[in-house]
């Protein structure tokens, strides 16, 4: 299994992140792309990925754009060019109308640079996407094309925003725990819709744990559990499943 958005290096982890790391090895994971979501965040990102033989990703969530560089695309390089290893992807990055931390007009802005960073470098990216379709939509249709590529992570939309997302723009859909969640039809309805050609597996760890661990800190090895259910979601067999998913995110992510 492929959790391909974790955040490993929170500071949830810090009492035990070797265990944790091992628990997810144990049962089964393979491979943990954990997520930068400021400058500070993705350089604990990478640093984390050097030591537990992690993937990671750099980039300014929504809600930190408020506090992005004017010259993100240098301070992005600068984080490489330290890195002890290589992040595979940009983000994350996106729209968050929800909360609004950080000013819309400003949210967008940086969005859209870091789009245009990660096709410059011609790395994929880890979008973040909350209550805000039409600009997200039209951000995508002016700048994003193939041979870009990139994932919608913790994915919360319909069957019609699912199929939007793949079909025109070759998106994936990164599902975690909300899949198990009694209240999460619509997600489910739309995982149907794409198929699991379209999905890559998730834990958004330390949150939205999957059931039947609901209330506890998330953790990779959770993964499972999501892998379990949509299985069944999509009448599949389990290893069929994560084979594909992982595929899929290996793929992704080139790794």
Not at 16 to 27: H, L
Not at 73 to 96: H, M
Request: glycine fraction near 6%; hydrophobic fraction near 50%.
């Amino acid at each position: 299994m492929f959790d391909t958005h974790a955040h490993v290096h929170d500071p949830a982890f810090d009492a035990d992140r070797s265990e944790v790391v091992a628990r997810a090895r144990a049962a089964g994971v393979t491979a943990i792309l954990t997520v930068g979501c400021d400058l500070a965040d993705s350089r604990r990102a990478l640093e984390a990925a050097a030591q537990y033989g992690l993937h990671a990703s750099i980039g300014i969530h929504p809600h930190e754009a408020k506090d992005a560089p004017i010259d993100l695309a240098a301070a992005l390089d600068a984080l490489r060019s330290a890195a002890a290893v290589a992040p595979v992807a940009v983000g994350e990055t996106g729209l968050d109308y929800h909360y609004d931390h950080s000013p819309r007009d400003i949210q967008r802005a940086v969005m859209v640079a870091q789009m245009r960073y990660a096709r410059d470098c011609a790395l994929p990216l880890i979008f973040h996407h909350r209550e805000a379709d039409d600009d997200f939509l039209a951000i995508l249709r002016a700048e994003f094309a193939a041979p870009m590529r990139g994932v919608v992570h913790c994915f919360t939309g319909d069957a019609v925003q699912a199929q939007i997302l793949v079909g025109e723009f070759g998106l994936k859909l990164g599902i975690g725990g909300v899949i198990t969640f009694k209240t999460a039809e619509s997600v489910r309805e739309a995982v149907r819709a794409v198929g699991a050609g379209a999905i890559v597996l998730e834990t958004d760890c330390p949150y939205l744990a999957p059931v039947p661990h609901r209330g506890r800190r998330n953790e990779p090895a959770f993964v499972a559990a999501t892998a379990e259910r949509l299985a069944a979601l999509l009448e599949t067999n389990v290893t069929t499943l994560v084979e594909r998913t992982t595929a899929t995110a290996r793929a992704l992510f080139g790794v």
